[in-house]
T-cell receptor, first 111, second 111 residues
Framework: KAGVTQTPRYLIKTRGQQVTLSCSPI?????VSWYQQTPGQGLQFLFE???????NKGNFPGRFSGRQFSNSRSEMNVSTLELGDSALYLC??????????FGQGTRLTVV | DAKTTQPTSMDCAEGRAANLPCNHS???????VYWYRQIHSQGPQYIIH???NNETNEMASLIITEDRKSSTLILPHATLRDTAVYYC????????????FGTGTSLTVIP
């Protein structure tokens, strides 16, 4: 069974631009969550999607948004990028009520 | 918010058992204890979880005290590949695919 796939693995963007990251969950998993990891703040929960609906949301500004498609694939978008958005962005998929499985992440650098 | 307290760092000799403690004194009756680990710049890897009984799988054992206020993750025969940051998380299993990570314990396995 394939694991969680995130694309791209690395990305460099300029301040003010927007970016879209993609996550393909494990087959059969309907829940996808997104996390941001920075050296200063650690691993922080962004939001969760389940059956194309946002189910939970962390404490991030509205510049961070996401969506989920009918095949459970999810995208995360960050608009008007700031230098502080440089981070490792991780997604995790889950079958519902138990453990979550993480992808390898997308390393975003904002210059 | 993270509801757990873990030592910042620990060392373990290769081949010996690594015992990683976690305090969760405010844990609720319906909250599970989960353990994840993260090897540098990779996505977190699920290790094990439990409610009140001790659990064992191919990776590790989880020992939860009778009052559930603390737990210990045991890696029975640590190898160099077990060097990672280990996160102890408490959560309600039904609250969706969201995990609140603390700062974790940085385990270094020494040859």
């Amino acid at each position: 069974k394939a694991g969680v796939t995130q694309t791209p693995r690395y990305l460099i963007k300029t301040r003010g631009q927007q970016v879209t990251l993609s996550c393909s969950p494990i087959s059969g998993h309907r829940s996808v969550s997104w996390y941001q990891q920075t050296p200063g703040q650690g691993l922080q929960f962004l939001f969760e999607y389940f059956s194309e609906t946002q189910r939970n949301k962390g404490n991030f500004p509205g510049r961070f948004s996401g969506r989920q498609f009918s095949n459970s694939r999810s995208e995360m978008n960050v608009s008007t990028l700031e230098l502080g958005d440089s981070a490792l962005y991780l997604c995790a998929s889950s079958s519902g009520r138990s453990e979550a499985f993480f992808g390898q992440g997308t390393r975003l650098t904002v210059v | 918010d993270a509801k757990t307290t873990q030592p910042t760092s620990m060392d373990c000799a290769e081949g010996r058992a690594a015992n990683l403690p976690c305090n969760h004194s405010t844990i609720s009756g319906n909250e599970y204890v989960y353990w994840y680990r993260q090897i540098h710049s990779q996505g977190p890897q699920y290790i094990i979880h439990g409610l009140k009984n001790n659990e064992t799988n191919e990776m590790a054992s989880l020992i939860i005290t009778e009052d559930r206020k603390s737990s210990t993750l045991i890696l029975p025969h640590a190898t160099l590949r077990d060097t990672a940051v280990y996160y102890c998380i408490v959560r309600v299993a039904t609250e969706g695919n969201q995990f609140y990570f603390g700062t974790g314990t940085s385990l270094t396995v020494i040859p």
